[in-house]
């Protein structure tokens, strides 16, 4: 699904599959900003109420902002109160220097990969 926001020339990508039951991998690309967290909020709020474990695929992110971040820390909130395994899968340094510079790299669990994530 791709989601053009008509206020911006900015679009967000989002894919999700289900690659084994109880696991959803939401894959993000594009710019997540103050104009497509919410996008990227939607997907994350309907999907985190089914369970088991979420991966949040961001190796397609150019540019992850504040609002985006903050959809993260909702996500992680929302996932602990639901019992959801929230994974975070990052590995360009636009998504992982705003991580590491905001401490929830820490917070968050982060991996380099989707198999990573899963423990393959």
Do not use: C, H, W, Y
Request: hydrophobic fraction near 45%; proline fraction near 4%.
């Amino acid at each position: 699904m791709t989601v053009q926001d008509p206020r911006a020339d900015q679009t967000i990508e989002l894919s999700v599959g289900q690659p084994a039951p109880g696991v959803t991998v939401l894959a993000v690309s594009g710019e997540v900003d103050m104009v497509s967290a919410p996008t990227l909020r939607d997907a994350l709020v309907n999907g985190l109420g089914d369970g088991g474990t979420f991966v949040v695929d961001m190796t397609g992110v150019t540019f992850l902002g504040s609002a985006g971040l903050a959809v993260l820390v909702e996500a992680a909130r929302l996932a602990q109160k639901g019992g959801t395994a929230l994974k975070v899968v990052a590995k360009a340094r636009a998504v992982t220097r705003p991580l590491e510079a905001t401490g929830l790299g820490e917070v968050l669990s982060v991996s380099d990969s989707v198999d990573a994530a899963l423990g393959g």
